[in-house]
């Protein structure tokens, strides 16, 4: 064990301090996180609405051929739209909330 000896002197006399300031990580729990059961109750009734709209749009899908059914067909359509968009939203909400308390992020 050649070289060991008394260590050697360096100019810096510690760490310099972190630009950002570090936190210690969360630790999550279900008695924390009262607001599970309700994005989770969200997340359900839109997936509802959305099942709904589906339903209404495809009912819409009839042969009557005029300009009428067809605007209204469409209205259908943008309804389901807005529907699924808000059911993502929901589910992603609900996702995240849980990614923290299982994972912390």
Known sequence: MHGRGPPSKTLMKSWPAPLTAVRPKAKFTFMEN??????????REAVDHWVDAIHAEESLATEDHSMVA???????????????????KARDAYKN?????????
């Open 34 to 43: 009262p607001d599970f059961d309700q994005l989770l109750k969200s997340y």
């Open 70 to 88: 067809m605007e209204h067909w469409d209205d259908a359509g943008f309804k389901l739209h807005d529907a699924e968009l808000v059911a993502k």
């Open 97 to 105: 909330a849980l990614r923290k308390k299982n994972y912390g992020f």
